[in-house]
């Protein structure tokens, strides 16, 4: 269970800026009165929970389980924070390009084609994708390979959903996704700072990792389109770029996918791109980040932790050297 071994020392939420004093001084009662355990953590879970189902950002609610199991206690970033500092070069590449430009986004109808070596290949519109399998909220860190992270109560199913829906092929060995990338509604396609459309990709057993999140919301309703409605990945224990958002195709295939990033300076940004404390950036350190909404502008102040501090997934990688697949 990763609540047991979360990161940042200590496995409690600290009280928020935006808590209610007497949800503050209630929680303060109620912490000093339980030994964290995993009952305990899923409680204090609950009720950061339903703090951040309070904020929200006026989108359509979308109701959800919390897995207490696949979420982290830190204390999340405000609604606020998460959707106005954003990576989406679709729309910008200024962070807050993404909360300007996005809003006229149109998010549905909207398909999601899924083919390649697979079975039962099928185009899903969201409302079938939203019907797919039970909703689950989990709060998930995300950490940009710039070297800031958020913490963000998502809303999705794993991945694993989808894949046994369509049963790849035996030939199968990687999963690519592909972003919208459409002039007329998204300005920074015009731009050549990167190949479009954004491709990312998994390999299959990364893709079929339980923690990996097939995201259709966040604060319990749907993703702001900044943060890449109607549907996107989230994958938390690799850098944020591997998260593709706004997904139109998603392609089971043999070979390893050539990534958006990946194409523009593969010596900066490799297909695995793993959360790695010891694996420095060319050009910066990777062993410490800055926590938006929580850490002081340009106060790197956390350890970042190996794979995000999601040790799970570690026996995906036995026997590779991460230093050479970064
Ligand atoms: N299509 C697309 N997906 C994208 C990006 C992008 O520019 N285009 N940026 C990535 C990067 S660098 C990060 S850190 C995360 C940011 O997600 P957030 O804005 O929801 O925090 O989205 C990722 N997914
Ligand atoms: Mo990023």
Redesign the pocket.
Known sequence: MLIKRSPNGIDLPFPSEITPRAVYEARRTFIKQLAVGAAGSAALLEMASREAFAQGGGNPRLAAKLNPAYSALDKQTPYKD??S???????GTDKGD?AANAGSLKTRPWTVSIEGEVKKPMTLDIDALLKLAPLEERVYR?????G?S?V?PWIGYSFAEIIKLVEPTGNAKYVEFT??ADRRQMP?VNSRV?QW??V?GLRLDEAHHPLTLLTLG?YGETL?N???APV???VPWK?????????VKIRFVKDQPRT??NLSAPNEYGFYSNVNPEVDHPRWSQASERRIGEDGFLARKRKTLMFNGYADVAPLYAGMDLKKYY
């Not at 500092?85 to 729309?91: D, L, V």
């Open positions: 998460a959707t500092y954003n990576n989406f070069y679709e729309f993404p995300l950490r940009c390979v710039e800031w958020m963000i972003s919208l920074g990167l459309p954004y990312e966040m702001a900044q943060n890449g996107r990945m989230v850098y944020g770029f591997k998260s593709a958002k706004s997904i958006s990033w």
